[in-house]
């Protein structure tokens, strides 16, 4: 599987917009790019995804770098609820039997300062 | 109730226990997953149900047995484990990709966590 790479920490000020980077240079042409985040105590949930073309939703944006290297999870104003640890995953092809392979890492842990 | 449930929340079980772990889901998903997460490490795939039957084992020791009697319920039977196998266990589910769009995400339980004595 291909891998991404991630800072292991970031902070940043309440309602100051988040960068959080991801690197991952041995992207294949069909991966997709997920990021999901885990709050203190719960189960990951999911942001956002895509392939090529920025990405908005309500809670993110995603930036995709044109040769798709890299990409970056972009939170508009962070609140202190959006203190998480941030995965970037490469989304595998769906396999046969139509599930989702997600492979996570480490992320980053992002704390955000009142 | 929405989203995918787990019960318990908390569980302590010595070595020579039987117990086991629940997920329920109430998102019309036909595939379910466990996942586990043990302190400082990435969460790991462990089983992986479409529709029912098992299509993923990750090569897990057999003193874990997962249960899917149907789409939208899937158990976790634990016997003689180990204190290594203490961690966080996360159920999740997602729309299989061949019945409509939507199947890119995966929707995770708060978790159930196990320390094993």
């Known amino acids: 599987d291909a891998k991404t790479t991630q800072p292991n920490s970031m902070e940043s000020n309440e309602e100051e917009p988040v960068h959080l980077p991801c690197n991952h240079s041995t992207i294949s042409g069909t991966d997709y790019i997920h990021w999901y985040r885990q709050l203190p105590s719960q189960g990951p949930e999911y942001v956002i995804h895509?392939?090529?073309s920025n990405v908005n939703n309500r809670m993110a944006s995603l930036a995709i770098a044109e040769d798709r290297k890299s990409s970056t999870l972009i939170l508009h104003r962070a609140t202190l609820r959006d203190a998480a640890v941030y995965y970037c995953?490469?989304?595998?092809?769906?396999?046969?039997?139509?599930?989702?392979?997600?492979?996570f890492g480490t992320g980053t842990r992002l704390t955000i300062i009142p | 109730e929405t989203g995918v449930t787990q019960t318990p929340r908390h569980l302590v079980m010595g070595m020579t226990n039987k117990k086991s772990l629940k997920c329920e889901q109430h998102l019309g998903h036909n595939a379910m997953y466990w996942y586990k997460q043990s302190a400082k490490k990435p969460l790991e795939l462990m089983f992986v149900?479409?529709?029912?039957?098992?299509?993923e084992n990750n090569s897990v020791p057999s003193r874990f047995s997962p249960e899917c009697p149907n789409s939208s319920h899937l158990f976790l039977h634990l016997h003689t484990l180990q204190p290594e196998d203490s961690a966080l266990y996360l159920c999740a589910s997602s729309q299989d990709y061949r019945t409509g769009p939507g199947a890119n995400v995966l929707t995770f339980g708060a978790g159930s966590r196990l320390t094993v004595l």
């Open positions: 149900y479409n529709f029912k039957e098992q299509t």
């Open positions: 995953i490469l989304r595998a092809p769906i396999s046969n039997f139509g599930n989702e392979k997600l492979t």
């Open positions: 895509g392939l090529t």
